[in-house]
């Protein structure tokens, strides 16, 4: 930057206006920033501050990301200053030759928002390259009879500067013989001519050494010399003579080699030798060829009129005696419509979303074309039918941006194609495509498949079930067009809603979670919600309404005839006189269920008269079908059956009590008496007390009799002693009837025989009677005691078993 900073006097900083910042996605400048520097200038150096210039701060730069988009690193800018610096070599003559006016044009471009700025840099010219002759020294041969006041064109020397550093005047070394006369041509460059002041001797001098020095104007000026050999040669009277000091052709370009461009001539008026004439170029070329016999110019090569507008050719015609005369030949290059133009991109935005407003910069477009003229002259366009547009930013600059609305759900991607003509005779084209990809936005909310969903359920379902499903479609991509489902709201309570239906949030299925009933429930609706995954997310609703279908699981329900209070059954009242079709009673009965299953019909199952009376199949009604006969009896009894129309169906009967009676009094007597009806409780209980008293007693029978039976097989005699005739029977007084200690006034040995085992055991008393007797008492299973009877020997025996 050291340098750059010495080198600042140097550059001459001339903004052509003030450019200010766009709102967002705003085209760019259309005007150029305009400096003007030297060529030369190191790198580093500052061109100007091209931020302040665009009116960017140096605390926007970060974000910014000013840079520049150029084909040549000419140019860079600093990240922390925002200054134009010079980055590459800058030599005028290389970049643009001769040209008068040599400006670097590019773009600088600024991020968020994208936006461009045309920057162009005038070069100017210094003083830096000299005057050079193609060679260091020139032969020429002068005869000694040459008449003075005769000129001779000499070599022209080059000088790459332009302008006041381009090369003025010629001078010559100081000779009595010769002087120097400076011409110009037509495109103002500046050649020399010997002019000869005095006669020549050749025997005097048959030499001369001259120095001819070429001059630029700049300051210090510049220059170069070359050394003019002069031969003096022997008396020759006429020199050859053009016809044209200077010939002016033009030639398009593009011409094949061998193409005739021009045939010069020149006369000599001398006889002999000294009138043949030879031509041939001063300075050779490799353009050009020269016929020396008949001064036909003929092309070698291709000629690019982008190489080289022009050329100036100097021929030479010398007699056979070595006079010359010398003519210029001038050949302009006319452009020929041989270049179709060239398309580049800077800055391409690839990918767009889908939002963007109209007027949003995608890229920046250059179009070149090397002819000139209307040859070089391009309009670009769009081809097809796109929402973009061209717009013409600058010289061969365009910019494209959005024409229109962007939807990337009907067109995800553009390929944009690019064609620039020239205005050439026939126009020249050239096309270039680029894909511009649209990304997604969350545009587009949910849509289900129906505006509205209606399910028929039939009622009893199994929980858990599948009922429903709902189906949405989002277009767009990724978490933008995922949908989850949800119930959002409900005609049913809020906090039942979750015991009756749920939805799976991914594919939409709405499951039944308890069983349906279709007389509790016959209809619900339920808001389910489709959602994105998107920011923010977009939903959608729809109306699912569920349909609970009815079953058969209802049976008919008998509203009349009902029981009384105390359970009896009702009675109906029938007039003794009534005629055949008397209304009699109406059998009244409803079903919980609907529809077919709800319809119900009317049976009679039974009758006492079976011909007396008839039921309407549908109304119930009883009427009488006959009058009442003397042989019928005064009470009636019908057994209706009441079924639904379900299947199978589902019935319920109804008993009907008919009394034939001309008035209540006839009917209460008979009513009153009737006994009352038994209780089937009472009945069943009375019956099982019976029954358990008889199987006890048939089982103390079975084990007295089974104890009987082993002690009549024992061989003990002490042991069925007992049950000995007359062994009880002895003469004595009786126990007395004393009961104050219990049950029995003493305790005894009990013999307790228990079922499952094979023995009984007899324990001995334990207070001896005082008539001597003792009492044994001997217990079966079921509780039963009964005596056995022994004498006093007894009590030598304390305990007697016997295996049974």
């Known amino acids: 930057m050291g340098s750059g900073a010495g080198e600042r006097g140097w550059a001459e900083r001339r903004p052509v206006l003030f ?4 709102s967002l996605f705003c085209p760019a400048l259309s005007e150029q920033i305009r400096y003007r520097i030297p060529e030369e200038m190191p790198e580093g150096s500052v061109v100007g501050n091209l931020a302040k210039d665009l009116g960017l701060s140096v605390h926007e730069l970060p974000s910014r990301q000013l840079r520049i988009s150029s084909e040549k690193p000419y140019f860079t800018v600093s990240a922390k200053s925002g200054e134009l610096l010079v980055s590459g070599r800058l030599d005028r003559e290389q970049i643009c030759g001769k040209k008068p006016a040599c400006a670097l044009e590019f773009e600088a471009v600024a991020e968020n928002p994208l936006n461009f700025y045309h920057v162009s840099v005038d070069i100017e010219d210094i003083n830096d390259h000299t005057p050079k002759f193609t060679q260091s020294s020139f032969d020429l041969q002068i005869s000694e009879s040459t008449v003075p006041g005769t000129r001779f064109i000499l070599e022209a020397a080059e000088d790459a500067d332009i302008g006041l550093n381009s090369l003025r005047i010629y001078k010559l070394s100081l000779s009595p013989s010769f002087s120097l006369i400076n011409k110009e041509k037509q495109d103002g460059s500046k050649y020399p001519e010997l002019a000869l002041e005095k006669r020549l001797d050749r025997e005097q001098q048959s030499y001369h050494r001259l120095v001819l020095t070429a001059m630029d104007g700049g300051d210090p000026p510049l220059s170069g010399t070359t050394e003019l050999r002069i031969q003096v040669t022997d008396a020759n009277d006429n020199p050859p003579v053009f016809n044209q000091d200077v010939y002016r052709v033009s030639l398009p370009e593009n011409v094949p080699p061998g193409t005739t461009v021009l045939q010069v001539s020149a006369t000599d008026q001398d006889e002999g030798i000294n009138s043949e004439i ?7 070329g490799q353009v050009f060829s020269l016929n020396s016999k008949s001064g036909e110019i003929t092309t070698l090569r291709m000629l690019d009129f982008e190489e080289i507008k022009e050329y100036s ?32 991109f800077h800055s391409l935005v690839e990918m767009i979303l889908e939002n963007a407003v109209p ?19 391009v309009n670009c366009r769009l081809e ?37 003509t020239d205005r050439g005779k026939p126009p020249l084209s050239a096309s270039k495509s680029v894909t511009l990809i649209i990304t997604d936005i969350n545009d587009n909310a949910p849509v289900f498949l129906q505006a509205s969903y209606m399910v028929h359920v039939m009622e009893n379902n199994p929980p858990g079930a599948s009922i429903a499903q709902v189906s949405a479609s989002d277009p767009d991509l990724g978490p933008n067009g995922h949908v989850s489902y949800s119930i959002v709201a409900s005609d049913l309570e809020p906090r039942a809603l979750a015991s009756y239906v749920s939805v799976s949030a991914q594919s939409g299925v709405v499951f039944a979670q308890r069983a349906f009933d279709h007389e509790q429930l016959r209809a619900f609706e339920l808001t389910v919600q489709a959602r994105d995954q998107g920011s923010p997310a977009l939903s959608a609703n729809v109306s699912l309404r569920v349909l609970v279908g009815d079953r058969n699981d209802n049976a008919p329900r008998v509203l009349y005839p009902a029981l009384g209070p105390d359970g009896s059954a009702l009675f109906d009242t029938v007039p003794r006189a009534a005629q055949p079709g008397y209304l009699v009673t109406k059998v009244v009965a409803v079903d919980a269920d609907s529809g077919h299953n709800a319809w119900l019909s009317y049976h009679v199952l039974q009758a006492s008269e079976p011909g007396l009376f008839s039921l309407g199949l549908r109304t119930g009604e009883v009427r009488t079908a006959r009058a009442l006969g003397d042989r019928d009896a005064a009470r009636q009894r019908l057994l209706v059956a009441v079924r639904d129309g379900g299947q199978p169906p589902l019935s319920a009967t109804a008993t009907l009590h008919l009394v034939f009676a001309d008035s209540l009094q006839e ?21 099982l007390v019976v029954a358990l008293a008889l199987i006890s007693v048939l089982f103390l ?7 009987a039976l082993r002690l009549r097989r024992s061989p003990s005699p002490a042991a069925w002693g007992c049950f000995q005739p007359g062994l009880c029977a002895k003469s004595g007084p009786v126990v007395p009837p004393n009961y104050s200690e219990g049950t029995l006034p003493y305790s005894y040995n009990l013999c307790v025989a228990q079922t499952g085992k094979t023995e009984f055991n007899f324990l001995k008393c334990n207070e001896q009677l005082s008539s001597g007797q003792d009492i044994l008492l001997c217990s079966d299973s079921s509780g039963a005691l009964f005596p056995l009877c022994n004498s006093s020997e007894s009590t030598s025996h304390p305990e007697t078993q016997m295996a049974i």
Do not use: H, M, W
């Open 19 to 22: 450019p200010f910042l766009l």
């Open 278 to 284: 030879t031509y041939s170029f001063y300075r050779t």
């Open 313 to 344: 050719i100097v021929v030479e015609a010398r007699d056979g005696g070595g006079l010359a005369a010398q003519c210029t030949v001038e050949i302009n290059i006319q452009d020929e419509n041989d270049n179709s133009p060239e398309i580049t």
């Open 359 to 377: 007027g949003t910069l995608i890229a920046l477009i250059k179009i070149y074309d090397q002819d000139s003229g209307e040859n070089g002259e």
């Open 384 to 420: 097809g039918e796109v929402p973009f547009q061209i717009i013409s930013s600058s010289k061969n600059s365009y910019k494209l941006v959005i024409d229109g609305t962007l939807d990337r759900e009907q067109t995800p991607e553009y390929n944009v194609t690019i064609t620039a």
């Open 667 to 687: 009917v209460l007597p008979d009513v009153s008496d009737r006994p009352e009806p038994s209780d089937p409780q009472a009945e069943l209980q009375f019956y």
């Open 701 to 707: 029978l079975a084990v007295i009799l089974a104890v």
